[in-house]
Structures are given as structure tokens and as C-alpha cells.
């Protein structure tokens, strides 16, 4: 079975980029009867490098949710002779030529359209459709994702849904303090501080989260928001906090272990893998009790309204919350096993 994987995601700095650039790292390097072509953006990132043996690569340099999609990837499909498609995003082509699977990871611009445009999410919504009910098998990040699905296009879709957590690499463990200490002083970071990390798109309510801060009216503790894209411009930053940008993945853990606590104001959540994490870490989390938050987060950390009155009194009782010990979530290479089965299932 020859099975075409779209990657024109892995090299975004994006949580769609990091799915993108696991799973098919540990799909490459398991053994199993199957061969693969990677369609990419450029052929030279450098997550590709030890893969270039166990995949046929091709260049697919052809922009998301563009008319070159619908025009130029078919043929690009066609032309590689794959058998299927999996795409981790439900981006698929309209007139894709082979069966597809797709991974859903949330159905975000449903539920909070972030001022996109009514055209933008009219095609959104026509795209997705398209690709859910022509999907061989769909996999869903969470139970939560699953649920959104059928509620949304029918309970005929979970019949061929299937929930696979996305992963948490083995990296994530706690730092000590002597070796974290580079890292807090490479980011500027020389108080105790409360760590969001995540876009700031209108859902993540990172304002709110801001304003909460900003009420305790305690300058001996920092707010950090890892957060780059366009939307931060529009955010109003207190007294105390500090933007930090293009983290390399090799940093996290010591951002995690050394924070109070990864905290979020969040009104949507399909996974939360920074919260997994953070857990994984030994990290406090304090988030909304929303979306697939609880799900995630089960009874390791606080979850709470998403008001700023209620993340204010969880932030201002951080000293009394326990540090919990390191969690564990599955990891890349039993989510990528688990992807493989659901493509076995389907193209078999």
C-alpha cells in the first residue's frame, strides 16, 4: 500500500506543525508494509532530513486553502501514484483523486469564527463538509472533537470516527534547576512566573487571562505569553508581562518545570497539548473547565470559569495548589502506531 501524507503544515510554528512533523516521523519509523510520499512545501526543512530514505519526497509548494489547492494538488496526487491519502489537516481537495483519512482536531471556525469573513468561513464550512463525508476513516484528537463531529454532520460520522490522542514526546519531563537556568536566563526570565503558551486568536480569551493577572497588582511574579502571529498586536499587555516568541521545541521543558503554573483563559479547546505538556513536567495547570480541557487535564490541575474574577483567585492562590507529580500521556510513537491501524483499517 502506497500512502501519500500531506505535510505542507510540519514546517509552521504552529500546534498543526508539531502533529504534523511527529506523527509522520514515527509513522517513517516503524516497519510496517507500507510506503509512503510526503508532499511538502520545500524539500529542504529540516525536519525531513532523517526521513529522506524511508519516503519518496515531493515538493508540493502550494498555499493552504487556496484555488492551487483545488487546481494543482490533484494532479500532484494523481502523478505520484499513492493509493491514499492521509492528511492531518481536513484540508483535502475537493477532486482528490485517491480515498483519503484525515485527522479533525477541532471545529473551531464553527464554534468561534475569530473575524474571519463570512466568505472565508462559508468555504471553511463547504471545504470541511466535503472532507468529513467523504472521509474513509476520520480520527479525532479527543472524545470531545468526536462528539463535535457527529453533532455537527450526523451520527453516521462516528460510526467511521476514531478517537487517537495526539502525543506527548518523551522530552517533556522535569528540568532541575541547575539545568533550567540557562534557559530563564536566555529568555530574560529572572522572576517567579505564570506561563500561557498558545495563540491569541479571539477564542484563547489571552486578554482576559492579561487582566487577570493584572488584578493581583503583584509585581514580584511575571506573566509570559509565548505567543507570536499577527493577533498579540491587538493585545493590551500589563505591567509585568513579557512576550517571548520562536521557542524551539528543546527549550519548553525548562519553561514548563521552571514555571508556577501554564495557565489559560481559553473558551475552546479539540486537545490542549500544552497543558499534556506541562503535566508532563510536573507543571501546574490552571485552565478553563472547557472543551477538551477536562478531558485532558482530569484531576492533575485547577480548572475554572473562563472570567477573569475566576482566573484571578486561582492565579492569586498558586502557593497553595500542590505541585503535581509528572503525568503520563501516550507518546508519539503509540499515537503514530495508533494512526497507522486507522489507515490500515481504511486503505486495507
Known amino acids: 500500500m502506497h500512502i501519500g501524507i500531506d505535510c505542507r503544515f510540519a514546517a509552521t510554528h504552529s500546534g498543526l506543525g508539531r502533529y504534523t512533523r511527529e506523527i509522520v516521523t514515527h509513522m517513517l519509523q516503524r516497519n510496517d508494509p507500507?510506503?509512503?510520499?510526503?508532499f511538502v512545501r520545500d524539500t529542504a526543512e529540516p525536519w525531513l532530513a532523517?526521513?529522506?530514505?524511508?519516503?519518496l519526497i515531493i515538493c508540493a509548494d502550494i498555499p493552504h486553502y487556496s484555488f492551487a489547492e483545488q487546481l494543482r494538488?490533484?494532479?500532484?496526487?494523481?502523478?505520484?501514484?499513492?493509493?491514499?491519502?492521509?492528511?492531518?489537516?481536513?484540508?483535502?481537495?475537493?477532486?482528490?483523486?485517491v480515498p483519503h483519512v484525515l485527522t479533525v482536531h477541532d471545529l473551531i471556525l464553527h464554534r468561534y469564527p475569530n473575524r474571519a469573513h463570512r466568505l472565508k468561513q462559508m468555504a471553511y464550512r463547504f471545504l470541511m463538509r466535503s472532507a468529513v463525508l467523504r472521509a474513509r476513516q476520520i480520527i479525532a484528537v479527543s472524545r470531545f472533537t468526536a462528539g463535535e463531529l457527529a453533532q455537527v454532520y450526523g451520527e453516521s460520522v462516528r460510526t467511521k470516527t476514531t478517537v487517537v490522542y495526539e502525543g506527548v514526546s518523551t522530552l517533556f519531563r522535569p528540568v532541575p534547576q541547575e539545568q533550567r537556568r540557562p534557559v530563564l536566563e536566555k529568555y530574560g526570565l529572572h522572576k517567579p512566573y505564570f506561563l500561557y503558551v498558545g495563540n491569541a486568536k479571539q477564542h484563547k480569551n489571552v486578554q482576559m487571562l492579561i487582566d487577570a493577572y493584572a488584578s493581583l497588582q503583584d509585581s514580584s511574579r511575571e506573566l509570559v505569553l509565548?505567543?507570536?502571529?499577527?493577533?498579540?498586536?491587538?493585545?493590551?499587555?500589563?505591567?509585568?508581562?513579557?512576550?517571548?516568541?520562536?521557542?524551539p521545541d528543546h527549550d519548553l521543558p525548562a519553561l514548563y518545570s521552571g514555571a508556577l503554573a501554564c495557565v489559560s483563559a481559553t473558551a475552546y479547546e479539540g486537545f490542549g497539548l500544552p497543558f499534556a505538556e506541562a503535566l508532563a513536567c510536573g507543571c501546574r495547570v490552571i485552565a478553563p473547565r472547557m472543551g477538551a480541557i477536562p478531558e485532558v487535564v482530569r484531576d492533575h490541575g485547577v480548572l475554572v470559569e473562563p472570567q477573569t474574577e475566576a482566573i484571578a483567585e486561582a492565579l492569586a492562590q498558586i502557593d497553595a495548589l500542590p505541585v503535581p507529580p509528572p503525568t503520563r500521556f501516550a507518546t508519539w510513537e503509540e499515537t503514530a502506531e495508533r494512526v497507522v491501524q486507522v489507515l490500515g483499517a481504511a486503505c486495507f
Open 50 to 55: 532523517p526521513l529522506q530514505s524511508r519516503a
Open 73 to 97: 494538488f490533484p494532479a500532484l496526487i494523481r502523478r505520484a501514484g499513492v493509493d491514499a491519502l492521509f492528511s492531518p489537516h481536513f484540508n483535502v481537495p475537493l477532486r482528490c483523486p
Open 226 to 247: 509565548m505567543t507570536g502571529g499577527c493577533e498579540h498586536r491587538n493585545l493590551r499587555l500589563a505591567p509585568g508581562t513579557v512576550r517571548i516568541d520562536g521557542v
Open 34 to 38: 507500507l510506503r509512503y510520499t510526503l
